[in-house]
């Protein structure tokens, strides 16, 4: 089946670390994105990429990096940096170019 | 980034009730996107609208595209337990050149027996 996952499903830092959130999609979309959810808020762009090796910031890139070495993958490392890394984090893909994007399941990261 | 404003925040209805609820932007865009999403999981997109005063439809679902083009509606009919969760619109700015999305806050739906 096509799809987008993430892992792990749940995630638990302590502070000071960084932590690396996966994302894997088979939907051969060149186009990924990450976003951050908070309660009662829209989804937040936190970086996306088009291509491969090229990635662009979001609206709340600080604190947060990626890479982009395969079509299929698009980690995000959220670090040390980010104050207030609680959060649920969604991943998803499109077409390049494409209006409809399609998510994973989520991440929900949590802050000991 | 600019946020679209979504109403209804929450909506308690019981079961069979019609659902209404509304996105507005005070800029133009020219897609519309409805997701639903349940608890703990990523959203699922129900509908896409592409053109002014489009209406698609989902089965129990119907959702329309503004004819000033800053507003979409999404409307459920006679609704049923497992349409319980949070429903999110998302519209693509008309100067976007690339395929960034803007969300709505959400409205949660509950429906009771």
């Known amino acids: 089946d096509g799809g987008i996952t993430q892992s792990p499903k749940y995630l638990f830092r302590k502070e000071g670390q960084n932590v690396t959130l996966s994302c894997e999609q088979n939907l051969n979309h060149d186009a990924m994105y990450w976003y951050r959810q908070d309660p009662g808020q829209g989804l937040r762009l936190i970086y996306y990429s088009q291509i491969v090796n090229d990635f662009q910031k979001g609206d709340i890139a600080e604190g947060y990096s990626v890479s982009r070495e395969k079509k299929e993958s698009f980690p995000l490392t959220v670090t040390s940096a980010q104050k207030n890394p609680t959060a649920f984090y969604l991943c998803?893909?499109?077409?390049?170019?494409?209006?409809?994007?399609?998510f994973g399941p989520g991440t929900r990261l949590t802050v000991l | 980034g600019q946020q679209l404003n979504q109403s209804p925040q929450s909506m308690f209805i019981q079961e069979g009730e019609d659902v209404s609820m509304n996105c507005t932007s005070s800029s133009i865009f020219n897609t519309w996107l409805w997701y639903k999403q349940d608890p703990g999981e990523g959203p699922v997109l129900l509908i896409a609208l592409y053109k002014a005063g489009e209406l698609t439809s989902n089965g129990r679902l119907t959702a329309q595209f503004g004819i000033t083009r800053k507003d979409s509606f999404l409307n459920i009919s006679a609704s049923i337990p497992s349409d319980v969760g949070i429903y999110f619109c998302a519209g693509r700015f008309e100067t976007d050149s690339w395929g960034k999305l803007q969300f709505g806050a959400g409205t949660q739906v509950v429906v009771t027996p």
């Open positions: 998803a893909s499109s077409t390049l170019g494409g209006h409809e994007q399609f």
